[in-house]
Protein backbone atom coordinates (compact mmCIF):
# COMPACT_ATOMS: atom_id res chain seq x y z
CA UNK A 1 0.00 0.00 0.00
CA UNK A 2 1.50 3.40 -1.13
CA UNK A 3 0.85 6.14 1.37
CA UNK A 4 0.90 9.62 1.15
CA UNK A 5 4.79 11.83 0.76
CA UNK A 6 4.78 14.91 3.02
CA UNK A 7 4.67 16.88 -0.36
CA UNK A 8 1.29 15.37 -1.54
CA UNK A 9 -0.61 16.23 1.99
CA UNK A 10 0.42 19.71 1.10
CA UNK A 11 -0.67 20.05 -1.84
CA UNK A 12 -3.98 18.15 -1.15
CA UNK A 13 -4.34 20.61 1.69
CA UNK A 14 -3.75 23.42 -0.81
CA UNK A 15 -6.45 22.32 -2.96
CA UNK A 16 -8.91 22.55 -0.16
CA UNK A 17 -7.66 26.18 1.01
CA UNK A 18 -7.85 27.57 -2.92
CA UNK A 19 -11.20 26.32 -2.68
CA UNK A 20 -12.77 27.60 0.21
CA UNK A 21 -10.71 31.23 -0.55
CA UNK A 22 -13.34 31.52 -2.95
CA UNK A 23 -16.01 31.46 -0.04
CA UNK A 24 -18.63 34.17 0.96
CA UNK A 25 -17.30 35.45 4.17
CA UNK A 26 -20.47 33.97 5.31
CA UNK A 27 -19.66 30.55 4.57
CA UNK A 28 -18.31 27.85 7.58
CA UNK A 29 -14.98 26.78 6.11
CA UNK A 30 -13.37 23.52 6.88
CA UNK A 31 -11.25 24.94 9.41
CA UNK A 32 -14.77 25.79 11.36
CA UNK A 33 -15.51 22.49 11.86
CA UNK A 34 -15.73 20.51 15.18
CA UNK A 35 -15.95 16.91 16.39
CA UNK A 36 -15.97 15.48 19.29
CA UNK A 37 -13.44 12.92 18.78
CA UNK A 38 -9.81 14.05 16.26
CA UNK A 39 -10.40 12.73 12.73
CA UNK A 40 -7.89 13.07 10.01
CA UNK A 41 -8.42 12.59 6.06
CA UNK A 42 -5.78 13.51 3.71
CA UNK A 43 -8.37 13.35 0.99
CA UNK A 44 -11.73 14.56 2.41
CA UNK A 45 -12.53 17.94 3.76
CA UNK A 46 -14.25 17.13 7.36
CA UNK A 47 -17.82 18.31 6.16
CA UNK A 48 -16.89 15.56 3.25
CA UNK A 49 -16.79 12.99 5.88
CA UNK A 50 -19.82 13.60 7.06
CA UNK A 51 -21.99 13.05 3.71
CA UNK A 52 -19.78 9.37 3.23
CA UNK A 53 -20.95 8.65 7.03
CA UNK A 54 -24.36 9.59 6.74
CA UNK A 55 -24.79 7.58 3.38
CA UNK A 56 -22.91 4.65 4.66
CA UNK A 57 -25.02 4.56 7.75
CA UNK A 58 -27.25 1.38 7.36
CA UNK A 59 -30.92 3.39 8.41
CA UNK A 60 -29.71 5.80 5.26
CA UNK A 61 -30.95 3.00 2.69
CA UNK A 62 -34.52 2.99 4.24
CA UNK A 63 -35.57 5.92 2.76
CA UNK A 64 -36.87 4.48 -0.28
CA UNK A 65 -39.78 3.04 1.52
CA UNK A 66 -40.71 5.47 4.21
CA UNK A 67 -44.02 7.63 3.00
CA UNK A 68 -43.33 11.03 2.26
CA UNK A 69 -47.29 11.60 1.37
CA UNK A 70 -48.99 8.75 0.40
CA UNK A 71 -48.62 5.63 1.70
CA UNK A 72 -51.00 3.14 -0.08
CA UNK A 73 -50.01 3.09 -3.29
CA UNK A 74 -48.34 0.95 -5.55
CA UNK A 75 -46.51 3.79 -7.85
CA UNK A 76 -43.10 3.76 -8.72
CA UNK A 77 -43.18 7.41 -9.41
CA UNK A 78 -44.44 8.48 -6.23
CA UNK A 79 -41.87 10.50 -4.06
CA UNK A 80 -40.38 8.77 -1.03
CA UNK A 81 -37.93 10.01 1.65
CA UNK A 82 -35.27 9.35 -0.46
CA UNK A 83 -35.91 10.86 -3.37
CA UNK A 84 -37.15 13.85 -1.55
CA UNK A 85 -34.06 13.96 0.12
CA UNK A 86 -31.84 14.10 -3.57
CA UNK A 87 -34.27 17.03 -4.39
CA UNK A 88 -33.50 18.88 -1.21
CA UNK A 89 -29.88 18.53 -1.70
CA UNK A 90 -30.29 19.64 -5.59
CA UNK A 91 -32.07 22.43 -4.68
CA UNK A 92 -30.10 23.37 -1.52
CA UNK A 93 -26.78 22.52 -3.71
CA UNK A 94 -27.40 25.16 -5.98
CA UNK A 95 -28.57 27.94 -3.94
CA UNK A 96 -25.25 27.30 -2.06
CA UNK A 97 -23.12 27.47 -5.23
CA UNK A 98 -24.60 30.58 -6.03
CA UNK A 99 -23.97 32.39 -2.65
CA UNK A 100 -20.33 30.93 -2.67
CA UNK A 101 -20.84 28.58 0.70
CA UNK A 102 -19.52 25.37 1.73
CA UNK A 103 -21.39 22.90 -0.35
CA UNK A 104 -19.86 19.48 1.39
CA UNK A 105 -21.89 20.49 4.39
CA UNK A 106 -24.73 21.48 2.56
CA UNK A 107 -25.01 17.61 1.23
CA UNK A 108 -24.14 16.29 4.78
CA UNK A 109 -27.20 18.64 6.18
CA UNK A 110 -29.22 17.64 2.86
CA UNK A 111 -28.67 13.96 2.84
CA UNK A 112 -28.81 13.08 7.08
CA UNK A 113 -32.14 15.61 7.45
CA UNK A 114 -34.52 12.88 7.16
CA UNK A 115 -33.07 9.52 8.74
CA UNK A 116 -35.21 9.76 11.63
CA UNK A 117 -38.07 9.48 9.78
CA UNK A 118 -40.54 7.19 11.16
CA UNK A 119 -42.68 5.00 8.49
CA UNK A 120 -46.11 6.68 7.00
CA UNK A 121 -44.32 10.08 7.19
CA UNK A 122 -45.87 12.63 10.01
CA UNK A 123 -48.52 10.47 10.69
CA UNK A 124 -46.29 7.96 12.08
CA UNK A 125 -44.16 10.62 13.80
CA UNK A 126 -47.50 11.92 15.36
CA UNK A 127 -48.45 8.38 16.58
CA UNK A 128 -44.96 7.34 17.81
CA UNK A 129 -44.94 10.55 19.77
CA UNK A 130 -47.96 9.99 21.54
CA UNK A 131 -47.26 6.54 22.70
CA UNK A 132 -43.60 7.63 23.62
CA UNK A 133 -45.18 10.79 25.91
CA UNK A 134 -47.75 8.60 27.31
CA UNK A 135 -45.13 6.40 28.72
CA UNK A 136 -41.84 8.59 29.67
CA UNK A 137 -43.79 11.85 29.55
CA UNK A 138 -41.02 13.11 26.90
CA UNK A 139 -41.72 13.75 22.47
CA UNK A 140 -40.44 12.30 19.39
CA UNK A 141 -39.46 14.65 16.65
CA UNK A 142 -37.51 13.01 13.59
CA UNK A 143 -35.45 15.69 13.22
CA UNK A 144 -33.88 15.14 17.01
CA UNK A 145 -34.60 11.51 16.43
CA UNK A 146 -32.47 11.97 13.45
CA UNK A 147 -29.21 13.40 15.73
CA UNK A 148 -30.05 10.50 17.88
CA UNK A 149 -29.73 8.18 14.97
CA UNK A 150 -26.14 9.82 13.74
CA UNK A 151 -24.63 10.20 17.44
CA UNK A 152 -26.03 7.04 19.34
CA UNK A 153 -27.49 4.03 17.26
CA UNK A 154 -25.18 4.48 14.38
CA UNK A 155 -22.51 6.40 16.09
CA UNK A 156 -21.63 8.23 13.34
CA UNK A 157 -19.04 10.79 15.16
CA UNK A 158 -20.70 13.53 12.71
CA UNK A 159 -19.59 17.35 13.19
CA UNK A 160 -21.72 19.51 15.28
CA UNK A 161 -22.71 21.39 12.48
CA UNK A 162 -23.83 18.94 10.01
CA UNK A 163 -25.82 17.60 13.55
CA UNK A 164 -27.02 21.21 14.23
CA UNK A 165 -28.44 21.66 10.53
CA UNK A 166 -29.95 18.26 10.66
CA UNK A 167 -31.76 19.09 14.06
CA UNK A 168 -33.10 22.44 12.74
CA UNK A 169 -34.00 21.63 9.32
CA UNK A 170 -37.64 22.04 9.66
CA UNK A 171 -39.23 23.93 7.45
CA UNK A 172 -42.96 23.57 8.33
CA UNK A 173 -43.15 27.69 8.71
CA UNK A 174 -42.32 30.09 5.98
CA UNK A 175 -39.87 32.77 6.78
CA UNK A 176 -39.08 35.76 5.10
CA UNK A 177 -35.45 35.82 6.52
CA UNK A 178 -33.01 32.91 7.83
CA UNK A 179 -30.46 34.03 9.91
CA UNK A 180 -28.01 31.81 11.20
CA UNK A 181 -28.00 31.58 15.00
CA UNK A 182 -24.76 31.58 16.82
CA UNK A 183 -22.37 28.98 16.16
CA UNK A 184 -22.73 25.84 19.11
CA UNK A 185 -20.21 23.83 21.09
CA UNK A 186 -21.24 20.66 21.44
CA UNK A 187 -22.36 21.02 25.30
CA UNK A 188 -24.43 24.04 24.09
CA UNK A 189 -26.20 21.88 21.07
CA UNK A 190 -26.90 18.85 23.80
CA UNK A 191 -28.34 21.07 26.10
CA UNK A 192 -30.90 22.44 23.00
CA UNK A 193 -31.24 18.59 21.67
CA UNK A 194 -32.68 17.78 25.35
CA UNK A 195 -35.17 20.69 25.31
CA UNK A 196 -36.68 19.17 22.50
CA UNK A 197 -37.72 16.11 24.83
CA UNK A 198 -38.89 17.95 27.11
CA UNK A 199 -40.44 21.13 25.71
CA UNK A 200 -43.05 20.47 22.87
CA UNK A 201 -42.24 24.58 21.99
CA UNK A 202 -38.78 23.96 21.63
CA UNK A 203 -38.91 22.86 18.15
CA UNK A 204 -40.59 26.31 16.70
CA UNK A 205 -37.10 27.92 18.50
CA UNK A 206 -34.69 26.06 16.78
CA UNK A 207 -32.36 27.96 13.76
CA UNK A 208 -29.44 26.79 12.46
CA UNK A 209 -25.72 27.95 13.40
CA UNK A 210 -25.02 27.89 10.04
CA UNK A 211 -25.65 29.72 6.40
CA UNK A 212 -25.73 26.40 5.28
CA UNK A 213 -28.20 24.76 7.99
CA UNK A 214 -30.41 27.45 6.40
CA UNK A 215 -30.22 27.14 2.95
CA UNK A 216 -31.09 23.30 3.78
CA UNK A 217 -34.45 24.62 5.69
CA UNK A 218 -35.54 26.76 3.19
CA UNK A 219 -34.85 24.08 0.62
CA UNK A 220 -36.86 21.14 2.27
CA UNK A 221 -40.17 23.44 2.05
CA UNK A 222 -39.14 24.24 -1.58
CA UNK A 223 -38.58 20.37 -2.41
CA UNK A 224 -41.68 19.09 -1.10
CA UNK A 225 -44.20 22.16 -1.90
CA UNK A 226 -43.99 21.03 -5.78
CA UNK A 227 -43.29 17.71 -5.34
CA UNK A 228 -46.25 17.05 -3.48
CA UNK A 229 -48.46 18.73 -5.94
CA UNK A 230 -47.11 16.86 -8.66
CA UNK A 231 -47.61 13.65 -7.59
CA UNK A 232 -50.94 14.23 -6.57
CA UNK A 233 -52.27 15.67 -9.57
CA UNK A 234 -50.21 13.50 -12.27
CA UNK A 235 -49.07 10.58 -10.77
CA UNK A 236 -52.13 9.57 -8.70
CA UNK A 237 -54.61 11.59 -10.94
CA UNK A 238 -56.65 13.14 -7.95
CA UNK A 239 -58.81 15.94 -9.08
CA UNK A 240 -57.74 19.14 -7.77
CA UNK A 241 -57.69 23.40 -8.35
CA UNK A 242 -54.21 24.50 -7.24
CA UNK A 243 -53.83 28.11 -7.04
CA UNK A 244 -50.57 29.94 -8.86
CA UNK A 245 -49.90 32.42 -6.15
CA UNK A 246 -47.03 34.38 -8.45
CA UNK A 247 -44.43 31.53 -8.09
CA UNK A 248 -46.29 28.80 -10.07
CA UNK A 249 -48.31 25.79 -9.51
CA UNK A 250 -45.95 23.67 -11.00
CA UNK A 251 -42.50 21.76 -9.18
CA UNK A 252 -40.31 23.30 -12.04
CA UNK A 253 -41.82 26.61 -12.15
CA UNK A 254 -41.95 26.47 -7.82
CA UNK A 255 -38.02 25.64 -7.68
CA UNK A 256 -36.64 27.88 -10.68
CA UNK A 257 -38.91 31.04 -8.96
CA UNK A 258 -37.70 30.71 -5.63
CA UNK A 259 -34.53 29.88 -6.27
CA UNK A 260 -33.88 32.63 -8.06
CA UNK A 261 -35.27 34.89 -5.61
CA UNK A 262 -33.48 33.63 -3.19
CA UNK A 263 -30.80 33.92 -4.14
CA UNK A 264 -31.16 37.73 -5.81
CA UNK A 265 -31.93 38.75 -2.04
CA UNK A 266 -29.30 37.12 -0.59
CA UNK A 267 -26.25 37.78 -2.35
CA UNK A 268 -23.46 39.31 -0.04
CA UNK A 269 -25.70 39.00 2.53
CA UNK A 270 -24.81 37.04 6.37
CA UNK A 271 -28.72 35.58 6.22
CA UNK A 272 -31.35 34.54 3.65
CA UNK A 273 -33.93 37.00 2.36
CA UNK A 274 -36.98 36.82 0.41
CA UNK A 275 -39.09 39.09 -1.36
CA UNK A 276 -42.14 39.88 0.23
CA UNK A 277 -44.25 39.11 -3.01
CA UNK A 278 -42.62 35.16 -3.09
CA UNK A 279 -42.95 34.92 1.29
CA UNK A 280 -46.24 35.73 0.36
CA UNK A 281 -46.46 33.61 -2.14
CA UNK A 282 -44.58 30.06 -0.64
CA UNK A 283 -46.98 30.84 2.30
CA UNK A 284 -50.14 30.67 0.51
CA UNK A 285 -49.03 28.14 -1.47
CA UNK A 286 -48.44 25.66 1.85
CA UNK A 287 -51.45 26.70 3.36
CA UNK A 288 -53.23 24.91 0.27
CA UNK A 289 -51.22 21.87 -0.21
CA UNK A 290 -52.13 21.54 3.67
CA UNK A 291 -55.96 22.54 2.76
CA UNK A 292 -56.22 20.53 -0.26
CA UNK A 293 -53.04 17.77 -0.39
CA UNK A 294 -52.38 16.68 3.32
CA UNK A 295 -55.95 16.88 4.22
CA UNK A 296 -57.33 14.66 1.40
CA UNK A 297 -59.16 11.46 1.57
CA UNK A 298 -55.86 10.04 -0.76
CA UNK A 299 -53.60 11.01 2.32
CA UNK A 300 -55.41 10.61 5.26
CA UNK A 301 -57.24 7.14 4.55
CA UNK A 302 -56.56 3.91 6.42
CA UNK A 303 -54.62 5.88 9.33
CA UNK A 304 -56.50 6.91 11.94
CA UNK A 305 -58.35 2.95 12.01
CA UNK A 306 -55.61 0.98 10.72
CA UNK A 307 -51.99 2.15 11.19
CA UNK A 308 -52.78 4.26 14.54
CA UNK A 309 -54.03 1.18 16.23
CA UNK A 310 -50.66 -1.05 14.87
CA UNK A 311 -48.49 1.51 15.83
CA UNK A 312 -49.98 1.06 19.52
CA UNK A 313 -50.58 -2.72 19.40
CA UNK A 314 -47.09 -3.34 18.47
CA UNK A 315 -45.23 -0.20 21.08
CA UNK A 316 -46.34 -2.12 23.75
CA UNK A 317 -45.76 -5.61 22.70
CA UNK A 318 -42.38 -4.59 21.83
CA UNK A 319 -42.17 -3.05 25.54
CA UNK A 320 -42.91 -5.90 26.85
CA UNK A 321 -40.75 -8.48 25.02
CA UNK A 322 -37.75 -6.22 25.84
CA UNK A 323 -38.56 -5.63 29.56
CA UNK A 324 -38.61 -9.56 29.54
CA UNK A 325 -35.42 -9.86 27.86
CA UNK A 326 -37.37 -12.40 25.11
CA UNK A 327 -34.40 -13.03 22.40
CA UNK A 328 -36.89 -14.27 20.26
CA UNK A 329 -38.64 -10.46 19.88
CA UNK A 330 -38.32 -8.49 16.70
CA UNK A 331 -36.55 -6.07 18.46
CA UNK A 332 -33.42 -8.34 19.05
CA UNK A 333 -33.73 -10.61 15.89
CA UNK A 334 -34.07 -7.84 13.69
CA UNK A 335 -32.37 -4.87 15.75
CA UNK A 336 -30.44 -4.99 18.62
CA UNK A 337 -28.77 -8.56 17.46
CA UNK A 338 -28.60 -8.08 13.66
CA UNK A 339 -25.27 -5.72 13.57
CA UNK A 340 -27.13 -2.78 12.40
CA UNK A 341 -26.71 -0.90 14.91
CA UNK A 342 -23.15 0.45 16.93
CA UNK A 343 -21.44 -1.58 19.41
CA UNK A 344 -21.88 0.93 21.73
CA UNK A 345 -25.44 1.64 21.40
CA UNK A 346 -26.30 -1.71 22.34
CA UNK A 347 -23.79 -1.66 25.40
CA UNK A 348 -25.63 0.83 26.62
CA UNK A 349 -29.01 -0.03 26.24
CA UNK A 350 -29.40 -3.60 25.32
CA UNK A 351 -28.76 -4.75 28.98
CA UNK A 352 -30.56 -2.15 31.30
CA UNK A 353 -34.20 -2.02 32.26
CA UNK A 354 -34.82 1.14 32.90
CA UNK A 355 -38.39 2.95 32.21
CA UNK A 356 -36.74 5.50 29.87
CA UNK A 357 -34.10 2.89 28.34
CA UNK A 358 -36.76 0.54 27.50
CA UNK A 359 -39.29 3.18 25.41
CA UNK A 360 -36.41 4.70 24.28
CA UNK A 361 -34.91 1.72 22.67
CA UNK A 362 -38.62 0.77 21.70
CA UNK A 363 -38.67 4.23 19.51
CA UNK A 364 -35.45 3.66 17.81
CA UNK A 365 -37.07 0.25 16.65
CA UNK A 366 -40.12 1.44 15.55
CA UNK A 367 -38.79 4.38 14.20
CA UNK A 368 -36.10 2.62 12.45
CA UNK A 369 -39.21 0.31 10.05
CA UNK A 370 -40.05 1.47 6.59
CA UNK A 371 -43.66 1.27 5.36
CA UNK A 372 -43.23 -2.44 4.54
CA UNK A 373 -41.57 -3.61 7.02
CA UNK A 374 -43.83 -2.38 9.96
CA UNK A 375 -46.88 -4.02 7.92
CA UNK A 376 -44.98 -7.49 7.56
CA UNK A 377 -44.35 -7.23 10.88
CA UNK A 378 -47.54 -6.46 12.75
CA UNK A 379 -48.93 -9.24 10.20
CA UNK A 380 -46.49 -12.11 10.95
CA UNK A 381 -47.27 -11.21 15.24
CA UNK A 382 -50.77 -10.85 14.84
CA UNK A 383 -51.73 -12.46 11.52
CA UNK A 384 -55.15 -13.46 11.96
CA UNK A 385 -55.72 -9.55 13.25
CA UNK A 386 -58.96 -8.19 11.77
CA UNK A 387 -57.12 -5.21 11.50
CA UNK A 388 -54.76 -6.74 8.69
CA UNK A 389 -58.10 -6.07 6.27
CA UNK A 390 -58.07 -2.50 7.00
CA UNK A 391 -54.75 -1.54 5.33
CA UNK A 392 -55.61 -2.13 1.63
CA UNK A 393 -53.18 -0.77 -1.59
CA UNK A 394 -54.47 0.65 -4.44
CA UNK A 395 -52.50 -1.58 -6.77
CA UNK A 396 -50.83 -0.78 -10.42
CA UNK A 397 -53.67 -1.12 -12.36
CA UNK A 398 -56.21 -0.30 -9.70
Known amino acids: MKHFTREQIEELNKITERTESLYSPYACKSAQAVRKECYEDVTRPPFLVDVDKIIHCPFYNRGSDKTQVFSFYKNDDI ?45 GEWYLSELYNKNTGRYFNHNVHGVRVLQKISNSKLTVQTLDGILCHCGEKVNGEYR ?24 GRLHPSTMEGCVVRLSDMVAYLGKDRQDALYRLKIKLELTDFGIGSSNREIIKNVVEDVVANSMDKPYLSLSADVYDALKKTKDENYEKIYKSEQATAQYEDGVKPMFERLYYRFLDELDKADKNSLIYLNYLNDGIVSKNYKELYGGQKSDLILNDVVCDFMASMTDDYFLEAFKFLYPDDKLNERVKFVGYFG
Open 79 to 123: TRRSSHIQLVSRIARTIGRALRLNLDLIEAISIGHDIGHTPFGHR
Open 180 to 203: PAPQKSFEEFEKILEECYVDQAAI
